[in-house]
C-alpha cells in the first residue's frame, strides 16, 4: 500500500465545500445515488470528464432483466452464478435479479425508452444467457439510460454538479471517511468537499491496457485512491476482456457489440470458417473469457492480428436498422458490414473486481460507500455477464441511496476537520512516456491469458517504477499514471497469487 496523498495540502489553506452526500462519478452508478437521496439530502456530483465520456454513455447492448415470458429472476440467477465460475456471493446475485425489474422501471419512469415489438419489451439474448432477456434501446443503450439520469437529476431540488473535478484523494479524519481532495480542471485551484457520506462512483480502468473499450477518463483513479487509505479491495486480477472491438488504432476501440452476434452473426477466422460451433454449445454465444480465448488462439494459429465478425447474412436493411451506431461506424472505418468482414479483436472491457462493499454499498472504511464498476459487490464472481453491469450500478445504487436516505440526517455535516499532509517530495518529471510503457506492457503480460513468466517479467518492470511513486506530481495526466502504475501493481500480484485458470483470470503455459 501507498498511503501518501497525491499531493501536500493544508485544509486551513483551501476552499472547503460541504455536503450530506457527495458522489464521485457521473455514471450510471453516481447519477442513480444522486437522484435517489436528492430530494432530502443535500447532494454534490464531482466529475472530471462529462456524461459522454463514461463507460455508461458508451455501453451498446442493454440490461438485463427477466422479463420475457418464460423466464424468471431464477433461471437469471442461475445463468449469472454459472458465468461466475463459482465466485459469485450468492446473496447479492440474489439481489441482483430480484431488484432487476423495479430498477429497470425506475428508468422508464424517468424517460428512458426501450425498443418494444408490439408495446412489449423487445429482448435479445447476450452470451451466457439461456434465454433472450436484454433490453435494449437499439445499439445505444447508454445513450439513452444517461440521457434519462441527467434528465431526472437536473428535476431534483439539492443536487449540485461540479464537472472537470479532478478527485485526488479520500480525505480521512479519525477512521472515517470525511470527504475528498479536488483539483478544478478549468481554474488549477486545489479544493475540499466535505460530506457525512461519500459514494465513490469513479468507473473502471480499461485506460491502463494499450487496447480497450472502454473510456479516455477510466483510469482506475477510484480504485488507486481506496487503497492509498487502506480500503479494502478484491478480485482486480478479474479483468473482463470483450472479444469483439473493431481492429483499428482508436483509443477507445469501437466495440462491436454482442448483441450482434445474438441476432445470428458469426466469428470466422482468416479462411472465413466459424471456430466457436466446435468449442461450446453456445457457439458465439458462449460466455466471453471463452470466446476471447478462443479468438487468441485463433489469431496465434492464423499468425493474424484479428478474426472477423461475419454479418453479411443478416443483410443491410436489418442490420442498419438494428445497429444504427455500429454500421455507421463501421462504415467510417471503411467496411460495409452487409459486404464484408469486420475485422475484431479483444479489448480490456471490464473490471470486475474492485473495493470490496456489502449489499448497501459500504466499504471497510467508515462513511465510504462504493458502487458501479469501482465496486465488487460479489454478483459477477469470477466473469460477468454480459449486460449484467449496468443492472449491477442500478441496483447497487438506489440500495445506496436508500440506506443513506434511511441513515443520515440532512445538515450533520462534518465541521472540524484538520487535516494536512507535507510529504514535501520533490517534484517528478513528465510521466508521458511512462503511462506508455504501463499500457504496453500490461496488454503483452496480463492480457486475456497469462503466464506465470509474462506475469513475473511485469512484478520485475512494476518494482523498477516503483520509485515514480517517491515524487509529486501536478498534472491530471501524471496523477492518473500514478494511479495506473498504483493498480498494475495489484493487478499484477492479484493474478500471481491466483494460480490457477477460472472464469477471465487465464493462466496459459
Ligand atoms: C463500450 C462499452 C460497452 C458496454 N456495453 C454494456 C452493455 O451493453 N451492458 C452493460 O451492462 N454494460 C456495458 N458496459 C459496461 C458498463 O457500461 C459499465 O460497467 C458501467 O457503465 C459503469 O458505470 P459507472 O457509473 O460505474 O462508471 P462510468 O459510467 O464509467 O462513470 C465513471 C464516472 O467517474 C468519473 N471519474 C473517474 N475518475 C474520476 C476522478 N478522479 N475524479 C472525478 N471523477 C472521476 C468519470 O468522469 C465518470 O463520470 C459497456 C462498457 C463499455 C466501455
Same mark, same amino acid.
Given at each position: 500500500?501507498?498511503?501518501?496523498?497525491?499531493?501536500?495540502?493544508?485544509?486551513?489553506?483551501?476552499?472547503?465545500?460541504?455536503?450530506?452526500?457527495?458522489?464521485?462519478?457521473?455514471?450510471?452508478?453516481?447519477?442513480?445515488?444522486?437522484?435517489?437521496?436528492?430530494?432530502?439530502?443535500?447532494?454534490?456530483?464531482?466529475?472530471?470528464?462529462?456524461?459522454?465520456?463514461?463507460?455508461?454513455?458508451?455501453?451498446?447492448?442493454?440490461?438485463?432483466?427477466?422479463?420475457?415470458?418464460?423466464?424468471?429472476?431464477?433461471?437469471?440467477?442461475?445463468?449469472?452464478?454459472?458465468?461466475?465460475?463459482?465466485?459469485?456471493?450468492?446473496?447479492?446475485?440474489?439481489?441482483?435479479?430480484?431488484?432487476?425489474?423495479?430498477?429497470?422501471?425506475?428508468?422508464?419512469?424517468?424517460?428512458?425508452?426501450?425498443?418494444?415489438?408490439?408495446?412489449?419489451?423487445?429482448?435479445?439474448?447476450?452470451?451466457?444467457?439461456?434465454?433472450?432477456?436484454?433490453?435494449?434501446?437499439?445499439?445505444?443503450?447508454?445513450?439513452?439510460?444517461?440521457?434519462?439520469?441527467?434528465?431526472?437529476?437536473?428535476?431534483?431540488?439539492?443536487?449540485?454538479?461540479?464537472?472537470?473535478?479532478?478527485?485526488?484523494?479520500?480525505?480521512?479524519?479519525?477512521?472515517?471517511?470525511?470527504?475528498?481532495?479536488?483539483?478544478?480542471?478549468?481554474?488549477?485551484?486545489?479544493?475540499?468537499?466535505?460530506?457525512?457520506?461519500?459514494?465513490?462512483?469513479?468507473?473502471?480502468?480499461?485506460?491502463?491496457?494499450?487496447?480497450?473499450?472502454?473510456?479516455?477518463?477510466?483510469?482506475?483513479?477510484?480504485?488507486?485512491?481506496?487503497?492509498?487509505?487502506?480500503?479494502?479491495?478484491?478480485?482486480?486480477?478479474?479483468?473482463?476482456?470483450?472479444?469483439?472491438?473493431?481492429?483499428?488504432?482508436?483509443?477507445?476501440?469501437?466495440?462491436?457489440?454482442?448483441?450482434?452476434?445474438?441476432?445470428?452473426?458469426?466469428?470466422?477466422?482468416?479462411?472465413?470458417?466459424?471456430?466457436?460451433?466446435?468449442?461450446?454449445?453456445?457457439?458465439?454465444?458462449?460466455?466471453?473469457?471463452?470466446?476471447?480465448?478462443?479468438?487468441?488462439?485463433?489469431?496465434?494459429?492464423?499468425?493474424?492480428?484479428?478474426?472477423?465478425?461475419?454479418?453479411?447474412?443478416?443483410?443491410?436493411?436489418?442490420?442498419?436498422?438494428?445497429?444504427?451506431?455500429?454500421?455507421?461506424?463501421?462504415?467510417?472505418?471503411?467496411?460495409?458490414?452487409?459486404?464484408?468482414?469486420?475485422?475484431?479483436?479483444?479489448?480490456?472491457?471490464?473490471?470486475?473486481?474492485?473495493?470490496?462493499?456489502?449489499?448497501?454499498?459500504?466499504?471497510?472504511?467508515?462513511?465510504?460507500?462504493?458502487?458501479?464498476?469501482?465496486?465488487?459487490?460479489?454478483?459477477?464472481? &469470477? *466473469? +460477468?455477464? =454480459?449486460?449484467? $453491469? @449496468?443492472?449491477?450500478?442500478?441496483?447497487?445504487? /438506489?440500495?445506496?441511496?436508500?440506506?443513506?436516505?434511511?441513515?443520515?440526517?440532512?445538515?450533520?455535516?462534518?465541521?472540524?476537520?484538520?487535516?494536512?499532509?507535507? &510529504? *514535501? +517530495?520533490? =517534484?517528478?518529471? $513528465? @510521466?508521458?512516456?511512462?503511462?506508455?510503457?504501463? /499500457?504496453?506492457?500490461?496488454?503483452?503480460?496480463?492480457?486475456?491469458?497469462?503466464?506465470?513468466?509474462?506475469?513475473?517479467?511485469?512484478?520485475?518492470?512494476?518494482?523498477?517504477?516503483?520509485?515514480?511513486?517517491?515524487?509529486?506530481?501536478?498534472?491530471?495526466?501524471?496523477?492518473?499514471?500514478?494511479?495506473?502504475?498504483?493498480?498494475?501493481?495489484?493487478?499484477?500480484?492479484?493474478?500471481?497469487?491466483?494460480?490457477?485458470?477460472?472464469?477471465?483470470?487465464?493462466?496459459?503455459?
Amino acid at each position: 500500500m501507498n498511503s501518501q496523498y497525491l499531493i501536500d495540502f493544508d485544509l486551513s489553506k483551501i476552499p472547503v465545500s460541504r455536503s450530506d452526500v457527495l458522489v464521485i462519478g457521473g455514471g450510471i452508478a453516481g447519477l442513480t445515488v444522486a437522484v435517489t437521496v436528492a430530494g432530502e439530502l443535500k447532494t454534490r456530483v464531482l466529475a472530471k470528464g462529462n456524461v459522454e465520456q463514461t463507460s455508461t454513455w458508451f455501453a451498446q447492448g442493454g440490461i438485463a432483466v427477466s422479463l420475457a415470458p418464460g423466464d424468471s429472476p431464477e433461471m437469471h440467477y442461475k445463468d449469472t452464478m454459472a458465468a461466475g465460475g463459482g465466485l459469485c456471493d450468492p446473496e447479492a446475485v440474489k439481489v441482483l435479479v430480484e431488484e432487476a425489474a423495479p430498477a429497470v422501471s425506475m428508468l422508464t419512469d424517468m424517460g428512458a425508452e426501450f425498443d418494444k415489438v408490439n408495446g412489449s419489451f423487445h429482448f435479445v439474448r447476450e452470451g451466457g444467457h439461456s434465454v433472450a432477456r436484454v433490453v435494449h434501446a437499439g445499439d445505444a443503450t447508454g445513450n439513452v439510460v444517461s440521457a434519462s439520469l441527467v434528465a431526472a437529476a437536473k428535476s431534483r431540488k439539492n443536487i449540485h454538479f461540479t464537472p472537470d473535478t479532478f478527485v485526488l484523494d479520500i480525505l480521512e479524519s479519525e477512521g472515517r471517511c470525511c470527504g475528498v481532495l479536488a483539483y478544478e480542471q478549468k481554474t488549477g485551484q486545489v479544493e475540499a468537499y466535505l460530506a457525512s457520506a461519500v459514494v465513490l462512483a469513479a468507473g473502471g480502468m480499461g485506460q491502463i491496457y494499450d487496447v480497450t473499450t472502454n473510456p479516455l477518463v477510466a483510469s482506475g483513479d477510484g480504485l488507486a485512491m481506496a487503497e492509498r487509505r487502506g480500503v479494502k479491495l478484491a478480485g482486480l486480477e478479474f479483468i473482463q476482456f470483450h472479444p469483439t472491438a473493431l481492429d483499428t488504432k482508436e483509443n477507445p476501440r469501437f466495440l462491436i457489440s454482442e448483441a450482434i452476434r445474438g441476432e445470428g452473426a458469426h466469428l470466422v477466422n482468416k479462411d472465413g470458417q466459424r471456430f466457436m460451433t466446435d468449442l461450446h454449445p453456445l457457439g458465439e454465444l458462449a460466455p466471453r473469457d471463452i470466446v476471447s480465448r478462443a479468438v487468441v488462439d485463433v489469431m496465434e494459429a492464423d499468425k493474424a492480428d484479428h478474426v472477423f465478425i461475419d454479418a453479411r447474412h443478416i443483410g443491410e436493411e436489418k442490420l442498419k436498422k438494428r445497429f444504427p451506431s455500429i454500421w455507421d461506424h463501421c462504415l467510417k472505418a471503411g467496411y460495409d458490414m452487409s459486404k464484408e468482414l469486420i475485422p475484431v479483436n479483444p479489448a480490456a472491457h471490464y473490471l470486475i473486481g474492485g473495493i470490496v462493499t456489502d449489499l448497501y454499498g459500504r466499504t471497510s472504511l467508515d462513511g465510504l460507500f462504493a458502487s458501479g464498476e469501482v465496486a465488487s459487490t460479489g454478483v459477477h464472481g &469470477a *466473469n +460477468r455477464l =454480459a449486460s449484467n $453491469s @449496468l443492472l449491477e450500478g442500478l441496483v447497487f445504487s /438506489r440500495r445506496v441511496g436508500r440506506y443513506l436516505l434511511d441513515n443520515l440526517k440532512a445538515g450533520a455535516n462534518v465541521d472540524d476537520v484538520r487535516l494536512r499532509s507535507a &510529504a *514535501n +517530495r520533490q =517534484a517528478g518529471k $513528465s @510521466l508521458v512516456s511512462a503511462r506508455e510503457s504501463l /499500457r504496453k506492457m500490461m496488454s503483452e503480460k496480463t492480457g486475456v491469458i497469462r503466464t506465470s513468466e509474462g506475469l513475473k517479467a511485469a512484478a520485475a518492470t512494476l518494482k523498477d517504477e516503483s520509485h515514480l511513486l517517491d515524487y509529486e506530481y501536478n498534472n491530471p495526466h501524471d496523477w492518473e499514471t500514478i494511479n495506473m502504475i498504483t493498480l498494475a501493481r495489484l493487478i499484477v500480484s492479484g493474478a500471481l497469487a491466483r494460480r490457477q485458470s477460472l472464469g477471465v483470470h487465464l493462466v496459459g503455459s
